[in-house]
């Protein structure tokens, strides 16, 4: 056994619930995340290449955001001190304030300007009334009580301040960002590289798209999924195909992923059948851990490192292979890209329509429909097959129902917590 898998696995077992024939789920995370180093290189992007890619560097405001007090409605700009404070107060309009073409000139007491939203409040303005709240008569308004000092009027500086950091390194970019830094003026910002994941699948019994299907042979489907996966995380893809269980073949897949990739993925083969193969095989190759996690799909999986790259051996039936990327590769994917922290997929509560089956020892992650009942009451109704060998459950499904693992089922009408599918890649 080689020195990490011996630090791994010494590092894992000072822990009191080490236990590598059930290993939690959130425990599972925790040991993976300790062995995750992010990638260092750095490049220049125009941001409008950005979206998904991780900042490396912070973002600082060069001015104040807006960088004029103005006006958050079309109205009139007055001064305050003009108001009558029991009747109505009557103006001269002096002029007009577009956006982009502010008012010159000075406003004497009595006088109002004529205002449209995001133009220059005019200087000895500090209030907004509506145009909806005035009465106009030639070049006068007049408008009644009510009116307060500052009302309708946005400051300089109130979305961001000069010098203020919008964004740290380690901010992964979401599109309201693209736009806020493009507020700034910034069009061109530093990030992370790509990452670079390789997979494959294993497995005797498949054939590639194109083949005829031969007896006793299914469609590799899980590249599929995987790389629809590893598209929405924003990674460079290597696809390597299918790859037979013949140790020599796998032996040379994986020295060749582990020369060109960040992050390794393999579907099938690690579990009671061919695991052994597989296990004896990565121990020589790298330093691999394998364990039973207490979850359901998904149960075994593998993880370590072959050379510098980072292994995952998902498990080979189609939902658990998604199972097991949203719970473990996303977030293992999302530390590499140079984010220390990503945020936990939210877990939400909603009425289950149905009685659910469940025994206690391992986290369940059932596929659901989260739907708006007539009252707009938040509702999940389970998918009638939940076997792990068919994906048509995870494409019906737009939720997983996590059940933890001391739950023992789970009556009609309870509340359960859902995690939504879309958006947790
Ligand atoms: P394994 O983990 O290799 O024992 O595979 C478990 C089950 O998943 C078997 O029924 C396999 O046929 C199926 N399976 C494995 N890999 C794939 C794949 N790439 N596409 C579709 N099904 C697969
Ligand atoms: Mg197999």
Redesign the pocket.
């Known amino acids: 056994m080689t020195a990490m898998t011996t630090d791994f696995i010494r590092a894992a077992s000072c822990a009191d619930d080490y236990d590598p024939d059930s290993m939690p789920v959130d425990q599972a995370r925790k040991y993976i995340r300790n062995y995750l180093t992010p990638v260092q290189t750095r490049e220049s992007l125009a941001l409008r290449s950005a979206l998904g890619r991780v900042l490396a560097e912070d973002i600082v405001s060069p001015f104040n955001v807006p960088n004029h007090d103005n006006s958050a409605m079309d109205g009139y700009a007055i001064n305050a001190d003009d108001i009558q404070p029991d009747g109505t107060t009557t103006l001269r309009i002096a002029g007009t304030a577009f956006a982009g073409n502010a008012f010159v000139g000075q406003v004497q007491p009595g006088e109002c300007v004529r205002i449209m939203t995001g133009a220059v409040m005019p200087p000895g303005c500090d209030t907004v009334v509506m145009q909806e709240h005035v009465q106009t008569e030639g070049n006068r308004i007049s408008f009644g009580l009510g009116v307060k000092r500052g009302q309708n009027r946005r400051l300089a500086g109130e979305d961001l301040k000069q010098g203020q950091v919008v964004f740290s390194a380690g901010h992964r970019i979401k599109p309201a960002d693209l736009g806020l830094i493009a507020s700034l003026g910034i069009g061109e910002i530093r990030v992370y590289r790509r990452l670079h994941v390789a997979f494959f ?3 005797d ?2 054939a590639s798209i194109g083949q005829p299907l031969q007896q006793g042979q ?1 469609y ?4 599929y999924t995987i790389h629809g996966m590893l598209e929405r995380m924003g990674v460079e893809i290597i696809d390597m195909g299918v790859v037979r269980d013949d140790p020599k073949l796998l032996e040379q897949a994986l020295h060749e992923a582990a020369a060109s990739a960040d992050v390794i993925l393999t ?5 009671v ?2 695991a052994d193969y597989m296990k004896q095989l990565l121990n020589q190759l790298g330093q691999v851990v394998f364990w039973k996690v207490a979850m359901k799909p998904g149960r075994p999986l593998a993880y370590g490192k072959i050379g510098n790259a980072h292994y995952f051996g998902l ?4 939902v658990a292979v998604m199972v097991t990327f949203y719970q473990f590769v996303r977030d293992a994917l999302l530390v590499l890209m140079g984010q220390p922290n990503p945020p936990p997929v939210p877990l939400l509560p909603a009425t289950c329509t149905a009685a659910l089956k469940k025994a206690p020892g391992r986290t369940e992650f059932q596929r659901g429909i989260l739907f708006s009942d007539a009252d707009g009451v938040w509702k999940v109704r389970p998918i009638g097959n939940q076997s792990s ?1 068919v994906l048509r459950s995870m494409s019906e499904a737009n939720c997983f129902i996590v059940l933890p693992v001391s739950n023992a089922g789970v009556a009609a009408g309870e509340i359960v917590q859902v995690q939504i599918l879309e958006g947790i890649v």
């Not at 590799?220 to 590249?223: A, I, L, T």
């Not at 498990?315 to 189609?318: D, T, V």
């Open positions: 699948s294993t497995g019994e498949l299914v590799d489907s899980n590249r579907s099938g083969g690690v579990s059948g061919e498990p080979g039936n189609p060998g």
